[in-house]
């Protein structure tokens, strides 16, 4: 090993000091209760749910993914981070305020709480139902994160893919183990501080390396990179799909649980209404940051095999180790923010929202809940560290099929739940099975090359919540 590997890899092994100590207060803080480990005592502020939601909803994918969908189609990648800062705007303003107020009052622990006390579901099938879905594609998505730590490892050139993954998961691991709740709440607002630093600041220097805009933009003219139409033919079908799919990504934000479920914890209203602004802004700046960054890259770093190295690659040729390891910490950061959001979501819907409402007895309150949720942890991020090291290839499009799914199913029924009094629980199990059945149809059939499926799949399952709870028996007063 020489001395510029091992310089990046001391400070990345500082920044995971402080995660795991920020772990080990999380349990000392919070983790000798079943409500403590898994809401904080719903005692978020403003700052710490705006960020931590902010963060845990872009992942790998917004460092690398994004960074590379910026190299490879070039200015057209701007629709994406337009629709997911739209994304951002709608969710405060039509959820992150409303959620808080409408889980005011209740014993509520998650979303499957939440929808079962509103919709009045005495069956407990909208939590079974929730709880799979969740379960699944929350699993498919921290498959994704294990990926990029391993693309991360592997492009700085500081140890194989493999090695990669391993190291990632473990640790990510840990110090949702030991925290719970809290810690990754308290991580997550440290890990959405640095990526925004990083995507504001790299862009600036990246454009000043390149010697300028003009320069940059002679590049992207000689590859045909410069216009918002892929295929810079003009509004051509082809392109107009393309556009219409990456705003259609913002579809998501409003419903995505392991984001949302913030707005239940966080401290009161006057909190909540200070998130939505703060999440508004830091959304911007990383997504518009970091597709910058990859159109800039295609003159620093031309001719990458696999555009999603943009960010490794940048920084592993134009900056000092330490720097490096600093980088290093933020793609990680990215990737842990949401993974371990993910992880205990799942978790928590497992337990809480499945085992129990299947064995008809509710779940008790002390630390045998938060050994139970701690062991379903393990088990899956063992089971998504064994799918990544199979080495699904392209994280992109890996977190874009798990995005669609979740956002067709919770999106409609959080938004009606909240501005639409007539929705019933059949209404939106009627959302939960159409929208990712439409997703998983859409992707099958190809139908996704021409238009992303989460568009066709929010569709479906509005649609479909609607029609049903019409048909359905109107929720008591008071609901």
């Known amino acids: 090993m020489d001395a510029s590997t091992l310089m990046t890899l001391v400070t990345f092994g500082i920044y995971l000091v402080l995660l795991l100590g920020i772990g080990w207060w999380g349990d000392r803080r919070y983790g000798k209760t079943y409500e403590g ?10 700052w710490v749910a705006a960020i931590s939601s902010a963060a845990s909803s872009e992942s790998a994918w917004v460092m690398l993914g994004l960074s590379g969908l910026g190299y490879s189609k070039g200015v057209a990648a701007y629709w994406a981070a337009l629709g997911c800062t739209l994304g951002f705007v709608a969710t405060s303003l039509f959820v992150v305020v409303q959620l808080r107020r409408s889980s005011t009052g209740v014993q509520i622990l998650t979303l499957g709480d939440y929808l079962e ?27 994704a994160q294990f990926v990029g730590t391993g693309k991360q490892m592997a492009g700085m050139h500081l140890m194989g893919y493999h090695l990669g993954v391993i190291a990632g998961a473990v640790i990510i691991g840990i110090y949702v183990l030991i925290g719970g709740y809290a810690a990754v ?21 990246a454009v000043a390396k390149a010697g300028g805009l003009g320069a940059v933009e002679e590049t992207l003219a000689a590859a045909k990179l410069d216009t918002i139409w892929v295929g810079a033919e003009g509004p051509t079908w082809a392109a107009l799909g393309f556009a219409l799919g990456q705003l259609g990504i913002g579809l998501g934000y409003p419903g995505m649980p392991h984001s949302i479920i913030r707005f239940v914890t966080v401290r009161d209203e006057k909190a909540a209404r200070n998130a939505a ?31 999603e190295h943009i960010l490794p690659a940048f920084t592993a040729r134009f900056f000092h180790p330490v720097v490096g390891g600093l980088i290093l910490a933020a793609v990680s950061a990215a990737i842990m923010s949401t993974a371990d959001s993910q992880l205990m979501m799942a978790a928590t819907a497992v337990i809480h929202d499945l085992f129990y409402p299947l064995l008809k007895r509710e779940p008790p309150k002390g630390r045998i809940m938060v050994v139970q949720i701690r062991v379903i942890i393990g088990v899956l991020a063992l089971t998504a560290m064994g799918l990544a090291l199979v080495e699904p290839k392209v994280i992109y499009t890996f977190v874009l099929f798990a995005w669609g799914a979740l956002g067709a199913a919770f999106t409609p029924v959080i ?25 998983i149809v859409w992707k099958v059939s190809g139908l996704s090359t021409h238009l992303y499926e989460l568009f066709p799949g929010a569709i479906v399952a509005t649609v479909g919540a609607v029609v049903v709870s019409r048909l359905a028996p109107a929720r008591a007063p008071g609901s």
């Open 185 to 205: 709440c308290w991580t997550d607002l440290v890990q959405g501080l640095l990526m925004a630093a990083v995507m504001v600041v790299f862009p600036v220097i």
């Open 117 to 143: 006390h509103l919709l009045g579901d005495r069956r407990h099938l909208i939590k079974i139902v929730s709880s799979l879905l969740i379960g699944f594609f929350m699993l498919v998505y921290v498959v």
């Open 415 to 439: 938004l009606l739940s909240l501005h639409w009094r007539r929705l019933s629980w059949q209404g939106a199990l009627a959302a939960f099975i159409l929208g990712p059945l439409t997703i």
């Open 277 to 307: 602004i703060i999440g508004v802004g830091w959304g911007a700046l990383v997504l518009f940051g970091a597709v910058t960054l990859g159109l800039v890259g295609r003159t620093l770093v031309p001719g990458l095999a696999d555009p």
């Open 37 to 46: 480990f898994v809401t904080a005592d719903k005692s978020l502020g403003g």
